[in-house]
């Protein structure tokens, strides 16, 4: 093994600590002691208890809403630079903030850019993350982002279930070019679902783009929110004949009626990863961790081998 001049230390984010636990222990690295003092008023302020003097840390924090999770992962890269830490590298499973990657209409925020700059501001002098839900954002950053794909854990999983007469589907327009690369892996059909919002979270229409009768259906996409075009799109596809509906989507942020939802809809699985963890339990729900890709990943970072190898689509 190459020498390496800088040592490697783990700490977690609260949020993501079971998560960090996983990935620390595949590294072989123990998870380091973080503490945090809150007061009264809600602010709080985290505590390195060991020396960090000289080190490449990993920081690992999901920044899903709200903005607390996305304020500790700051503070805790900014105490890491003022502790002189050599290398602060920010591991973040799932990147919030990130549908608002462009202006879609007048006087609103680009928070995916903003949420870049301060991370860089911070300290962070590189990025780890999984199924951005734009490539795009990579480019908001001035310091070097590895951005993995789910895939590498979810293909095996599918495979493993032989499903005949697979049908790849997306749940909307946007999302075709992540279904195309599946069925490609996977050499199956592909279906695409267009639908129009009527805002945010609500869909008004939805129309299907190919044929799913007699066919199981897998729909991929990047996350899952309210579960509302998921299970919108599930019952449609049964209704025009599908055998089955599956969905793999990365991250579970699961907000408002979507446990509800899924437990009423025609979906057979979901399958998602622990890039952010679970509100509660459901038998319809497998997760498939990500620990071991991040741990390789994180591995091969800090010993400067290539990682080209993690890159499955």
């Known amino acids: 093994m190459p020498n390496v001049a800088t040592k490697a230390k783990i700490f977690a984010c609260s949020q993501s600590t079971e998560l960090a636990e996983k990935i620390a222990a595949t590294f072989g ?40 999770n996305l304020m500790e992962m700051l503070l805790m890269i900014d105490a890491a630079k003022r502790a ?67 895939s590498t854990v979810f293909l095996p999983y599918l495979r493993s279930l032989n499903l005949d007469n697979l049908t790849i589907a997306s749940p909307d327009m946007g999302g075709s070019k992540r279904a195309y690369a599946y069925s490609k892996a996977l050499e199956s059909d592909v279906v695409i679902c267009y639908k129009q919002r009527e805002k945010a979270n609500v869909i008004s229409h939805m129309e299907l783009i190919g044929d799913v009768t007699g066919k199981n259906v897998v729909l991929v996409d990047d996350m899952v929110d309210t579960a509302g ?58 997760v498939i961790s990500c620990a071991n890709l991040f741990a390789e990943v994180m591995h091969n970072v800090h010993y400067n081998k290539s990682i080209s190898s993690k890159f499955l689509m």
């Open 84 to 150: 002189s830490a050599r290398h602060i590298t920010a591991v973040l499973p799932y990147f919030g903030w990130a549908r608002q990657d462009r202006k879609d209409k007048p006087r609103v925020p680009i928070a995916a850019k903003l949420v870049a700059k301060m991370l860089e501001a911070a300290g962070a002098t590189r990025i780890i993350t999984m199924d951005l839900h734009a490539d795009q954002i990579q480019g908001f950053f001035e310091k070097p982002v590895d951005h993995l794909f789910a």
């Open 29 to 68: 690295e123990p998870l380091g002691k973080v503490i945090t003092s809150t007061y009264s008023d809600g602010e709080f302020q985290p505590s390195y208890e060991e020396s960090i003097r000289g080190t490449r840390l990993f920081i690992i924090g999901s920044t899903h809403p709200g903005p607390k």
């Open 229 to 286: 075009t998921l299970t919108k799109a599930a019952d449609l596809m049964m209704e025009r004949g599908a055998l089955s509906v599956r969905a793999i989507c990365t991250h579970p942020i699961l907000s408002g009626n979507a446990y509800e939802r899924l437990e009423n809809s025609k979906l057979e699985e979901l399958i998602v990863t622990d890039s952010i963890p679970l509100k509660q339990q459901s038998d319809k729900i497998r």
